[in-house]
T-cell receptor
Framework: AQSVTQPDIHITVSEGASLELRCNYSYGATPYLFWYVQSPGQGLQLLLKYFSGDTLVQGIKGFEAEFKRSQSSFNLRKPSVHWSDAAEYFCAVGPMNRDDKIIFGKGTRLHILP | DTAVSQTPKYLVTQMGNDKSIKCEQNLGHDTMYWYKQDSKKFLKIMFSYNNKELIINETVPNRFSPKSPDKAHLNLHINSLELGDSAVYFC??????????FGPGTRLLVL
């Protein structure tokens, strides 16, 4: 069955520290992969996506993610977090065709310490 | 020039009532979606429409009925509201099998 696992429900980092949010997926083939961010009281915004090609993808707000096929992972990274990065982060997979659906992970809440 | 808009932003109502949430996108996308986000932030797709045609219909109670009058609009009507329907409902649109653009959400509270 298709699934997305974000093993960390909450992560706390200090402002200026580096960040890595984990995402593992289970899918029949190499899926489309996404990271979305949700600020409090807001809708979701796309940070970055992977469809094919270079396995290191750059996104907005200084984020990047690396697709590792052997580990079925798509971890999100940022070298130095800012207080404004505090939000909920969702990893997602799919869809691969019109009848398919995108599947979201349960999210990781990022807290930033001053 | 909001891309995906939803109305209302907040909806507080009594059990048993019928309510509608409206969604409009001005991006020219062919595909629109409704998602439900529960209190634990879990986001799950409810419906998707492609050019007014229903494509995905997850196991949603038939009290929920989407309607797409044209490809820029996807409304959600909910009959006989129950306490468990309290959630945030997001509309989204996409040009194809890729980036989805989300609306700001409608926070529904059923008392």
């Amino acid at each position: 069955a298709q699934s997305v696992t974000q093993p960390d429900i909450h992560i706390t980092v200090s402002e200026g520290a580096s960040l890595e949010l984990r995402c593992n997926y289970s899918y029949g083939a190499t899926p489309y992969l996404f990271w979305y961010v949700q600020s409090p009281g807001q809708g979701l915004q796309l940070l970055l996506k992977y469809f094919s090609g270079d396995t290191l993808v750059q996104g907005i707000k200084g984020f990047e993610a690396e697709f590792k096929r052997s580990q079925s992972s798509f971890n999100l990274r940022k070298p130095s977090v800012h207080w404004s990065d505090a939000a909920e982060y969702f990893c997602a997979v799919g869809p691969m065709n019109r009848d398919d659906k995108i599947i979201f992970g349960k999210g990781t809440r990022l807290h930033i310490l001053p | 020039d909001t891309a995906v808009s939803q109305t209302p932003k907040y909806l507080v109502t009594q059990m048993g009532n019928d309510k509608s949430i409206k969604c409009e996108q001005n991006l020219g996308h062919d595909t629109m979606y409704w998602y439900k986000q529960d209190s634990k932030k879990f986001l799950k797709i409810m419906f998707s429409y492609n050019n007014k045609e229903l494509i995905i219909n997850e196991t949603v109670p038939n009290r929920f009925s989407p309607k797409s009058p044209d490809k820029a609009h996807l409304n959600l009507h909910i009959n006989s509201l129950e306490l468990g329907d309290s959630a945030v409902y997001f509309c989204a649109s996409s040009p194809g099998l890729e980036t989805q653009y989300f609306g700001p959400g409608t926070r529904l509270l059923v008392l």
